[in-house]
């Protein structure tokens, strides 16, 4: 398996634009994560999904903030419209949250980081 | 809500010393995990910890989960520069359907 893969692995927008950052999980995990790192605020959850389903999206800063998951092998995650304040490297992860917490082990992508000018 | 507080932030040592990192919280988790992060990467996991009271060791790492199964530290013995970089805890909580959060991390350099 390839792993978690993310795309774009950059972006560049300017103030305003509408980003839409996208992941593929690894095949047969029923978890999937997204998370926003910073400096300031370290490694932070926005929204997960458990077999397709978002779970808790409290984590997601704003309304201009919207995440989906159409189907097992693809999520994305929507800003729009995009600010300067949401320049981050975002994450995504996918884990298979079995009957037994030793087997939860979260695989992460390579990130998108996101500047907004 | 639930966090992850971990300490100290920042830490630069020189090789050959041993280091602890900690990990605290005022909730329960279902389990404890320690992950590490290289520049321009994602986190990888280490190890995960789920017994009250449990101990694992990885080489010269010494993982622990507290008794009340709230905290977890992280010992580093004899640290080597290959050991530098980022290290998280994250915390799972198994009946919100697998929430996984993680701590602010501590920034490890140690200097030949």
């Known amino acids: 398996d390839a792993g978690v893969i993310q795309s774009p692995r950059h972006e560049v927008t300017e103030m305003g634009q509408e980003v839409t950052l996208r992941c593929k999980p690894i095949s047969g995990h029923n978890s999937l994560f997204w998370y926003r790192q910073t400096m300031m605020r370290g490694l932070e959850l926005l929204i997960y999904f458990n077999n397709n389903v978002p779970i808790d999206d409290s984590g997601m800063p704003e309304d201009r903030f919207s995440a989906k998951m159409p189907n097992a092998s693809f999520s994305t995650l929507k800003i729009q419209p995009s600010e300067p304040r949401d320049s981050a490297v975002y994450f995504c992860?996918?884990?298979?949250?079995?009957?037994?917490?030793?087997?939860?082990?979260?695989?992460f992508g390579q990130g998108t980081r996101l500047t907004v000018v | 809500t639930q966090l992850l507080e971990q300490s100290p932030q920042f830490l630069s040592i020189q090789e050959g010393e041993n280091l602890t990192v900690y990990c605290n919280s005022s909730?329960?988790?279902?389990?404890l995990q320690w992950y590490r992060q290289e520049p321009g990467e994602g986190p990888v996991l280490l190890v995960t910890v789920v017994t009250g009271g449990e101990v694992k060791k990885l080489k010269r790492l010494t993982f622990q989960f507290g008794d009340a199964r709230k905290d977890s530290s992280l010992h580093i013995t004899a640290a080597q520069p290959g050991d530098t970089g980022l290290y998280l805890c994250?915390?799972?909580?198994?009946?919100?359907?697998?929430?996984?959060?993680f701590g602010q991390g501590t920034e490890l350099s140690v200097k030949p």
């Open positions: 992860a996918s884990s298979l949250i079995g009957r037994l917490p030793m087997n939860t082990e979260a695989f």
């Open positions: 909730s329960v988790f279902s389990s």
């Open positions: 994250a915390g799972l909580t198994y009946n919100q359907g697998g929430k996984l959060i």
